[in-house]
C-alpha cells in the first residue's frame, strides 16, 4: 500500500520525508489557502523538488480547461512521470482524465462520494480514485463500505486503478484502509506521526534500556560525585553540617587510616535526637555503634546495586574501592 502525506505546509512535508519510505505528497488549494500562500506555482515547483510523486489540482469547468492547466503546470518544469493531476469527479472531469491518460499522464480522480462516480472514473482509466472518508462520515453516510466497493470493483474487473483512501482523521481510519485493502493512502501529518505509538511499547522500549543499562554499565559510571566522609572521632554537629553542605542524606565514617566504620543517615540523627535530647549532639561519632553498611565495589555491574535496592529496600549504597570508600549510589542514579 503507497503511503502518502497529506500537506501543503513546508516544515510538516521536510520533517515527514525523513522518513525516508513516504511514496508521495497530495496537496490542495484548501491547504495552500490555509497555510497563507500567494505564488501556488512557485510553491508547486519547491514541492516538485522535495518529494518522490506530486499530487496537484488541475481545475478547470470543461475538459479543454483541465488539460490546458494541466499542460501549463508542466511547462514549470514538473516532471511528468513524477506528477499526478487531481480532477475533481464530473462528466467533463473523466473525460479529462481519459484526455490526459491518452497523453500518458497520471490522473487521479478525486471528491468521489459514491460507486458510480468511482465507476465512470475507472472507465476513464483513472490512475487513483480518492473516496473522501472523512468528509463522508461526517455526512453520516457508511464511507468504509463505500471504499470496500471501490476496492472490489477494482479487483474484480481488472480496472487499472489505485483507490486511494483520503480524508483522513485519525489513527483508525488508517486500520480501516489497511483491513479494506486499500491501494493507496494519503496521510496528515499530525496523524502520521502518531501511528508508531503506543504505551506497552514505550513501557517496553524504557524496560530494554533500563535492563540494558544495568548489565553494561558499572556502578562508578553513575555514582554520585557526591561523597561526605567524615572521621571517626568527628562530633556529630560537625557530621550534621558537612551532610548539611552536600545536601545527602548519609555520611561515610572512617577510621584514621580511611577504612569504612559505618554509615550515618539522617534517619539516624533523628532517632538520636528523639532518644537523648539535644545533648547528644556532643557525641562523636565513635559513640554510636553501627552494623556492617550495604556496599558494592565500584567496579561492580549496576544490575548487582540494583538487586540490593530490590531485595533490601534501601535508598542509599555506600561503594567502595577494595575498603576504601568513593561514595554514595542513591536509587535515583540507577533511572539517570
Given at each position: 500500500?503507497?503511503?502518502?502525506?497529506?500537506?501543503?505546509?513546508?516544515?510538516?512535508?521536510?520533517?515527514?520525508?525523513?522518513?525516508?519510505?513516504?511514496?508521495?505528497?497530495?496537496?490542495?488549494?484548501?491547504?495552500?489557502?490555509?497555510?497563507?500562500?500567494?505564488?501556488?506555482?512557485?510553491?508547486?515547483?519547491?514541492?516538485?523538488?522535495?518529494?518522490?510523486?506530486?499530487?496537484?489540482?488541475?481545475?478547470?469547468?470543461?475538459?479543454?480547461?483541465?488539460?490546458?492547466?494541466?499542460?501549463?503546470?508542466?511547462?514549470?518544469?514538473?516532471?511528468?512521470?513524477?506528477?499526478?493531476?487531481?480532477?475533481?469527479?464530473?462528466?467533463?472531469?473523466?473525460?479529462?482524465?481519459?484526455?490526459?491518460?491518452?497523453?500518458?499522464?497520471?490522473?487521479?480522480?478525486?471528491?468521489?462520494?459514491?460507486?458510480?462516480?468511482?465507476?465512470?472514473?475507472?472507465?476513464?482509466?483513472?490512475?487513483?480514485?480518492?473516496?473522501?472518508?472523512?468528509?463522508?462520515?461526517?455526512?453520516?453516510?457508511?464511507?468504509?463500505?463505500?471504499?470496500?466497493?471501490?476496492?472490489?470493483?477494482?479487483?474484480?474487473?481488472?480496472?487499472?486503478?489505485?483507490?486511494?483512501?483520503?480524508?483522513?482523521?485519525?489513527?483508525?481510519?488508517?486500520?480501516?484502509?489497511?483491513?479494506?485493502?486499500?491501494?493507496?493512502?494519503?496521510?496528515?501529518?499530525?496523524?502520521?506521526?502518531?501511528?508508531?505509538?503506543?504505551?506497552?511499547?514505550?513501557?517496553?522500549?524504557?524496560?530494554?534500556?533500563?535492563?540494558?543499562?544495568?548489565?553494561?554499565?558499572?556502578?562508578?559510571?553513575?555514582?554520585?560525585?557526591?561523597?561526605?566522609?567524615?572521621?571517626?572521632?568527628?562530633?556529630?554537629?560537625?557530621?550534621?553540617?558537612?551532610?548539611?553542605?552536600?545536601?545527602?542524606?548519609?555520611?561515610?565514617?572512617?577510621?584514621?587510616?580511611?577504612?569504612?566504620?559505618?554509615?550515618?543517615?539522617?534517619?539516624?540523627?533523628?532517632?538520636?535526637?528523639?532518644?537523648?535530647?539535644?545533648?547528644?549532639?556532643?557525641?562523636?561519632?565513635?559513640?554510636?555503634?553501627?552494623?556492617?553498611?550495604?556496599?558494592?565495589?565500584?567496579n561492580d555491574p549496576l544490575t548487582v546495586a540494583n538487586d540490593i535496592f530490590k531485595h533490601k529496600h534501601v535508598d542509599t549504597?555506600?561503594?567502595?574501592?577494595?575498603?576504601?570508600?568513593?561514595?554514595?549510589?542513591?536509587?535515583?542514579?540507577?533511572?539517570?
Amino acid at each position: 500500500m503507497e503511503l502518502y502525506l497529506d500537506s501543503a505546509d513546508l516544515k510538516e512535508i521536510e520533517e515527514a520525508f525523513k522518513l525516508g519510505f513516504l511514496d508521495g505528497l497530495t496537496t490542495t488549494p484548501t491547504f495552500m489557502h490555509r497555510g497563507g500562500v500567494t505564488d501556488v506555482d512557485a510553491l508547486i515547483v519547491k514541492l516538485s523538488k522535495m518529494v518522490p510523486v506530486l499530487q496537484i489540482e488541475a481545475l478547470g469547468s470543461t475538459a479543454e480547461e483541465v488539460v490546458k492547466e494541466a499542460q501549463r503546470q508542466l511547462k514549470l518544469g514538473l516532471d511528468p512521470k513524477k506528477t499526478v493531476f487531481k480532477i475533481p469527479v464530473s462528466l467533463e472531469g473523466v473525460r479529462a482524465c481519459r484526455m490526459l491518460r491518452n497523453e500518458g499522464l497520471l490522473v487521479n480522480v478525486h471528491l468521489v462520494y459514491t460507486l458510480q462516480q468511482a465507476y465512470m472514473a475507472m472507465k476513464a482509466g483513472a490512475t487513483y480514485v480518492c473516496p473522501l472518508v472523512g468528509r463522508l462520515q461526517d455526512q453520516g453516510h457508511d464511507a468504509l463500505d463505500l471504499v470496500g466497493q471501490c476496492v472490489y470493483a477494482v479487483d474484480h474487473f481488472g480496472y487499472d486503478t489505485k483507490i486511494m483512501f483520503s480524508s483522513v482523521r485519525n489513527a483508525e481510519h488508517i486500520r480501516n484502509a489497511i483491513n479494506l485493502g486499500v491501494h493507496t493512502i494519503t496521510v496528515p501529518w499530525k496523524v502520521m506521526k502518531g501511528l508508531t505509538d503506543n504505551n506497552l511499547t514505550t513501557l517496553g522500549t524504557e524496560q530494554f534500556i533500563e535492563h540494558t543499562r544495568l548489565v553494561t554499565m558499572k556502578v562508578k559510571d553513575v555514582i554520585n560525585p557526591v561523597n561526605p566522609v567524615v572521621n571517626i572521632n568527628t562530633v556529630l554537629t560537625e557530621a550534621i553540617i558537612k551532610m548539611t553542605e552536600y545536601g545527602f542524606g548519609a555520611i561515610t565514617l572512617t577510621d584514621n587510616d580511611g577504612n569504612v566504620k559505618g554509615i550515618f543517615t539522617d534517619g539516624d540523627m533523628r532517632r538520636a535526637i528523639q532518644k537523648e535530647g539535644q545533648d547528644v549532639l556532643k557525641k562523636r561519632m565513635s559513640d554510636f555503634s553501627y552494623g556492617t553498611p550495604l556496599s558494592v565495589q565500584q567496579n561492580d555491574p549496576l544490575t548487582v546495586a540494583n538487586d540490593i535496592f530490590k531485595h533490601k529496600h534501601v535508598d542509599t549504597i555506600l561503594v567502595l574501592d577494595g575498603t576504601k570508600p568513593v561514595g554514595m549510589l542513591d536509587i535515583q542514579d540507577l533511572a539517570q
